[in-house]
């Protein structure tokens, strides 16, 4: 191969296998967001035993729980944005950084005040950490099998759910709900020196910025073996490319309807889900579930939700991903009635909560993967940043209204059939989405089609 060749990092990737270095970094990327999901859940396990300690009622810890997602929202917007200028990877590693050293601090709160600054930080890390390890799964991935990709990664979402289940139902009767904070802090700490010296940052990204040469060609010889990539060769990312990466691009050049329509689907789907990760121990409970079935009801819905992401992203390979996510939602509907009425039936909850995690926690993994095929290299970053950002204001508005109803006495099998509602809304957002991409598909190649492709 010459000095002067120009590579086409895009089409290297495309035309080579689906390799054991992209299979290591996909993997890595559902661990992130499997702690991502552990440790967002973990706080919901803790309220029962901390309302008990601290004699307060769980809905007085609504505004702990809404600093942190509140700070998720920030950290999706801001660090999602940024690393579209700065880089996935210092972006990944200072989110784990920083939310498994507050995770640790956590333990020495003692007041709702102190909890709730931790949380708050916590959440900052966070909210950088998924969108750009989503961004890099599906970076690396051909893309022939982007969606399935991503939607593999995002499995680690619903996977941390279930893990954070377990772990509280193992440590928390024992050892108090101290000790899954120190879990949840000392694992993802262990694994940052593994990111430093390991996850790559974005292929696409270095091309794009014209940085650091000889990185890209030794990463592309791990993709291609049979290759002899050098420093000197130029590479160059062919595909369809955003002005700049700003916010305003996501509404620009035929993206507006897309983005709108992603961010409501975003919104509810992760309202549905953090509704549920955060006050599903404490509403069983409160039905007279004794704690350790409600831990292991939170399990099963968890278990559900794993299998669900798995099956999504099949689906979302074969089919439609848009109008796989759409019914999906319609699933979720029905199970979130269904949990309802099955309210004073302990064995009746246990099926439902399978089916309730199974669409909802599916929903989230084909959302992730329609969202990281709809944006170019440019501003992926910046779109799936702002998604997961609108996203995670849905998880503000979720557990905030679950304890504003809870404290004016609304009833719990009411509390579930009224978030069936969002659901039914999304579904129609997802449906009208996959009218849109099949009219763009249709249409002569523009740049709204280019866009819409993901290439």
């Keep these: 191969m010459h000095s002067q060749d120009v590579i086409d990092v895009t089409a290297v990737i495309d035309k080579e296998p689906f390799r054991f270095y992209q299979k290591l970094l996909v993997a890595t990327c559902f661990v992130l967001a499997m702690l991502d999901t552990i440790d967002l859940t973990i706080i919901g396990f803790a309220v029962p ?44 590693i200072a989110g784990v950084l920083l939310f498994s050293v507050f995770t640790l601090l956590t333990p020495t709160a ?10 708050f ?49 193992l440590l928390i009767p024992a050892f108090g709900w101290k000790s899954v904070f120190y879990v949840g802090g000392i694992v993802p700490l262990v694994i940052v020196p593994f990111l430093i010296w390991y ?47 700003t916010i305003s691009s996501l509404f620009t050049e ?22 549920f990760n955060q006050w599903l121990p404490s509403l069983l409970q409160q039905s007279g579930i004794p704690m350790k079935r409600a831990f292991f009801v939170a399990a099963i819905f968890g278990v559900g939700g794993v299998i669900g992401g798995f099956v999504g992203g099949w689906f979302s390979k074969r089919l439609d991903s848009c109008r796989v996510l759409g019914s999906i939602f319609v699933g979720t509907c029905i199970s979130v009635i269904a949990l309802s009425l099955s309210h004073g039936h302990p064995l009746v909850i246990m099926v439902v909560a399978f089916f309730a995690g199974f669409f909802t926690n599916g929903a989230t993994v084909v959302e992730m993967a329609v969202a990281a095929s ?16 609108v996203g995670r204001i849905g998880t503000i508005v979720g557990p905030t209204l679950a304890g504003i109803l809870l404290a004016m006495g609304i009833a719990i099998p009411k509390l579930f059939l009224l978030s069936a509602i969002p659901v039914a809304i999304g579904a129609v957002a997802a449906f009208v989405l996959t009218g849109i991409r099949r009219r763009q598909a249709a249409t002569p190649p523009t740049v709204a089609a280019a866009v819409l492709s993901g290439r």
């Excluded at 709702?112 to 931790?118: C, G, R």
């Excluded at 990204?205 to 002899?228: D, H, T």
């Excluded at 709809?374 to 998604?387: K, Q």
Aim: with cysteine; charged share 10%; hydrophobic share 50%.
């Design 121 to 169: 930080l916590i959440g900052l890390g966070l909210g950088g950490m998924v969108p750009n390890a989503m961004a890099i799964a599906g970076e690396y991935s051909p893309t022939r099998i982007r969606e399935q990709a991503v939607s593999f990664a995002a499995c680690g979402l619903p996977m941390g759910s279930m893990a954070a289940a377990v772990i509280s139902f």
């Design 49 to 92: 035993s901390l309302s008990a300690s601290w004699h307060l009622k769980p809905y007085n810890f609504a505004p702990v729980i809404v600093a942190g997602v509140i700070a998720g929202a920030l950290g999706s917007f801001v660090l999602g944005t940024a690393a579209d200028w700065i880089g996935r990877k210092p972006t990944v």
């Design 110 to 119: 003692t007041s709702l005040q102190s909890l709730a600054i931790y949380r």
């Design 374 to 389: 709809v944006y170019p290299t440019a501003i992926r970053g910046t779109g799936l940043g702002w998604a997961l950002g």
């Design 254 to 275: 035929g993206r507006a309807p897309v983005t709108l329509l992603l961010f409501a689907i975003f919104f509810i789907c992760l309202l549905e889900m953090y509704f």
């Design 199 to 245: 996850f790559p940052e974005s292929i696409r990204f270095l091309a794009l910025k014209k940085k650091n040469s000889a990185q890209i060609a030794r990463i592309l010889r791990a993709i291609s073996p049979s290759s002899n990539f050098s420093a000197e060769n130029q590479f160059v990312l062919n595909e369809q490319r955003a002005s700049r990466s």
